[in-house]
DNA sequence: TTAGTTCATCGTAAATATACGATCAAGAAA
DNA sequence: TTTCTTGATCGTATATTTACGATGAACTAA
């Protein structure tokens, strides 16, 4: 994995697409999403209950969301409230929005 | 990674999302598909001139957006002529369109 | 204070992903 | 035929991801 050659440049759009791809790419995490975003909204711990992973590996999973900006965690001692964070999630939605709305391209395709 | 505790399962949309997901994971394979997408639709081997990264590295990332049935691949001899395929990208527009729209949930959230 | 609960973090093992050069296969051109 | 071009695949080194148990930190309840 040592890069040799010169290093690749990418764009904003093009980091970010792969950020949040990447937070997506497991599908625990995409998992985990779909039931914060659901009625269930705020979860915290019982996420080990309705998934059965190991409490350090779902912990693991929450803070990949968590730096990827998708979901927000509320201190409630002894507990934690995660939720959806709505503003990046509209982001995040933009951006794929925009992303693949690159892909109806025009003619010359003869594929 | 071993597993010991009972297998997680997966509704088919977790694990699809998570599958495009992964192919737009990695920078690169989303600047090939902007390629792919734009003006210069139906590129080839002039990725390799375009992106300062070893021929086999593309090749690479190319077989994993193929796999993921992001692009098609035409064999124009001696080249190779890729794609967007456009039907599966329909496809995933469509899913990410549906995932990204549950975020916006109702109240009960007090975060 | 002591014990219990909740969750993050540490340490670690195994699996995957990433990048490279080298090689191979298919076909075009000489 | 031989040679060249194109691009896939192989082999390999390193980095990252994933999963676990164990431990630690913060706070509550006895």
Sequence with gaps: MQRTLSPVT???QEEAVAGIAKALSHPVRVKILKLLAGESCCFTGELTEVIPMAQSTISQHLKALLEAGLIQGEIDPPK???CINRE???IAQALFEGFFSQGHATAGCDC
Tied chains: 1, 2.
């Design 10 to 12: 990418y764009s904003n």
């Design 80 to 82: 934690v409230k995660y």
């Design 88 to 90: 990046n999630w509209k």
